[in-house]
């Protein structure tokens, strides 16, 4: 067995079987030192994907181990798919340990949105859930901002230092914010979910604090962990969010992809309204209820993205489910792991079909 691990996802490299995790030729490993696994080298220089999967045990013992050592947790969440982000197993850490919650991807939201309106309706959620952060820090890691902040804080509350877990879904961001905070680009940064596979140590130079890179879960109930890696790659909203605003008569329905549709149940006359936000690559569509069934018979990938022709069937197989819901004005109805609808004019009644195991919820309006 080897001792020495791969910098990018903190696995023990071996060379003695291609197929399994940590692979790394021979004579590579006798080079010095600085080696990445052939997945991370991969991942790195062609952008090829090579998944992984880790169990929600696995990743309790993992996290549970380094939690001996560390006095602190960093919590990242993804601003933009809170609900997917917002997953039990971070929360029960925090329940647990001295937290600095960070919330990224502040970039892709509306600049009218103040970080401080978003620290205050997060700060909400957390009490919600019976967690009271240190500190709550918004910020881009793609733009830098607020990353200096997180430094600060850490430091204000250990001015001697400290070891830190840093904790977050796939997706959110993790990787990217721990080489923001250390300064340099070495932890494995890939836009497929699952790329960290060990706790991966690391010293912010010149600093007593060392940031424990735990690896990254992949939670239930994603919209975009129920299709093929290319599709999930294109509903994580990389630049901004699409917007559209519907106002719709009773029997319209909207289909969201071939993901998601739902036929508006309103009776009054009065026309309901509503703001539908998702990655830009993911298609909305509206039709009459009549003229469902033969839409979706026509699986046009055209119209009708995503799921795309190779995990289309797959997709489709999904055991479906039939919600009826009235989401009031004020009120989003929340995709995980897809976006959101925000009712402008409500009541919104709809019936709503969907795959058994999609995560959808309704919380108080956020954008
Ligand atoms: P991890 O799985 O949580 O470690 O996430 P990564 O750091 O690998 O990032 C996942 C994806 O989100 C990548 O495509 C990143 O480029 C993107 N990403 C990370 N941080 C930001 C951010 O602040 N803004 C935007 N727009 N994208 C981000």
């Known amino acids: 067995m080897s001792e020495k691990v791969c910098i990018g996802c ?13 692979y790394i030729p021979q004579e ?10 052939q ?6 220089n062609y952008g090829q994907y090579i998944p992984v999967k880790m169990t929600r045990d696995d990743y309790r013992k993992e996290v549970q181990s380094e939690m001996k050592n560390a006095k602190l947790a960093i919590a990242v ?54 967690i009271a952060p240190l500190d709550i820090a918004i910020v881009s890691s793609k ?22 877990l840093v904790l977050g879904v796939t997706n959110v961001g993790k990787s990217s914010i721990v080489n923001r905070l250390l300064g340099v680009k070495t932890v494995t940064v890939s836009k497929y979910p699952g790329t960290t596979l060990k706790s991966v140590k690391k010293q912010i130079p010149h600093t007593n604090i060392t940031l424990v890179d735990t690896p990254g879960l992949i939670p239930e109930g994603r919209f ?7 599709c999930n790659l294109k509903m994580v909203p990389a630049n901004e969010i699409s917007r559209k605003t519907f106002k719709v008569d009773k029997n319209r329905v909207l289909v969201i992809g071939q993901l998601l549709w739902f036929k508006v149940l309103n009776d009054d ?10 990655a830009k690559d993911v298609m909305f569509h509206e039709t009459n209820a009549d003229k469902l069934k033969e839409l979706l018979d026509t699986q046009r990938g055209d119209i009708l993205y995503p799921p795309c022709d190779e995990c289309r069937d797959k997709y489709n197989s999904l ?47 956020f954008i």
């Open 77 to 130: 969440f993804d601003i933009i798919d809170f609900e997917g982000s917002f997953d039990v197993e971070i929360l029960d850490v925090l329940r647990e340990m001295d937290s600095i919650v960070v919330i990224n991807k502040l970039d892709l939201i509306p600049d009218q949105k103040h970080p401080s309106e978003v620290a205050n309706w997060v700060k909400g959620r957390l009490e919600e859930e019976g």
């Open 10 to 22: 903190g696995i023990e490299l071996q060379s003695e079987n291609p197929n399994k995790n940590g």
């Open 319 to 365: 055991e479906k489910v039939t919600h009826r819901l009235t989401i009031k004005t004020g009120q989003e109805l929340v995709f995980k792991g897809l976006g959101w609808i925000s009712v402008k004019r409500g009541p919104l009644e709809i019936e709503l079909v969907c795959p058994k195991e999609a995560g959808i919820s309704i919380r108080s309006a």
């Open 28 to 37: 590579k490993l006798k080079e010095s030192t600085g080696h990445y696994c």
């Open 39 to 44: 997945r991370c080298f991969k991942i790195k």
């Open 224 to 230: 975009s962990d129920l299709v093929c890696e290319k």
């Open 143 to 164: 733009n830098g901002y607020g990353i200096n902040g997180i430094f600060k804080k850490i430091k204000y509350f250990y001015p001697n230092g400290v070891e830190a």
């Open 269 to 278: 006359g009065v026309k309901p309204i509503f703001s539908l936000y998702a």
